[in-house]
């Protein structure tokens, strides 16, 4: 009897592919990969994306269109920032390699193209020039991406010390520190020795983070004012 042949779809394939970077991450993702997964030959997926840049794109709109769906807000241009940066940072903290997803797509997807627009709206209303509006959100975005970023880099490779030393002892990065001079690393360890790096992917770092941003760009609003 013939093997019957498993049931795939465009939606199954994305949320395959999501089940697969979240266990494997990005730099493992691939499409024969994925079509093992699914229980295909590789080639059948090429019938519903034509490279695996075209899935990243259709993966990247997917999120960006959570983004929009889950955004709201009818404040100020600060106010529409300031949540529309939490509201990037949730959605890309809930979909492994999201983040990088974004970075390395271009928006030639609808709601790609939407989720830029959108940013832009943000700033509008102000009297910036259309080329600094444009800096202003991409400097935002591109803070939340790599906030995202790098709490990722350190779960994933505090992970892999632990899979491959059982424990990571601080006694030895103290001994490290202790041992080098004063002009070295006399900063780096009073704030380790105090526990600040554990703030390192933290909403009380992100929301610093942002508002420092916002600063800046209410700085620059000001200028223009006057």
């Not at 695996?52 to 269109?65: G, H, P």
């Not at 983040?99 to 193209?113: R, Y």
């Not at 790096?197 to 760009?217: P, R, S, V």
């Amino acid at each position: 009897m013939k093997k019957k042949q498993p049931q795939i779809s465009e939606d199954k394939i994305l949320e395959t592919s999501w089940e697969l970077l979240g266990e494997e991450g990005i730099e493992k993702f691939s499409m024969r990969r994925l079509a093992d997964r699914l229980g295909i030959q590789a080639p059948s997926l090429y019938w519903y994306f034509k490279s695996k840049q075209n899935l990243y794109q259709r993966l990247a709109n997917q999120v960006s269109k959570i983004i929009l769906e889950e955004f709201y807000s009818e404040g100020d241009w600060k106010e529409q920032l300031e949540e529309f940066a939490v509201t990037v940072r949730n959605v890309l903290s809930r979909y492994p390699c999201s983040t990088q997803l974004m970075m390395l797509t271009l928006p030639l997807e609808p709601d790609l193209i939407r989720f830029t627009n959108r940013m832009l709206l943000c700033m509008e209303a102000t009297p910036l020039e259309q080329e600094q509006k444009l800096q202003a959100v991409l400097t935002l975005v591109n803070y939340v991406f790599y906030f995202v970023l790098d709490k990722y880099h350190h779960q994933r490779i505090f992970s892999a010390m632990l899979k491959e030393q059982g424990a990571l002892r601080d006694g030895d990065m103290i001994g490290l520190l202790d041992s080098m001079s004063e002009t070295d690393a006399g900063l780096f360890r009073g704030m380790y020795k105090n526990g600040l790096f554990n703030l390192i992917g933290t909403d009380g770092a992100f929301e610093f983070g942002l508002k420092l941003i916002l600063q800046g760009i209410e700085q620059e609003i000001k200028k223009q004012i006057k």
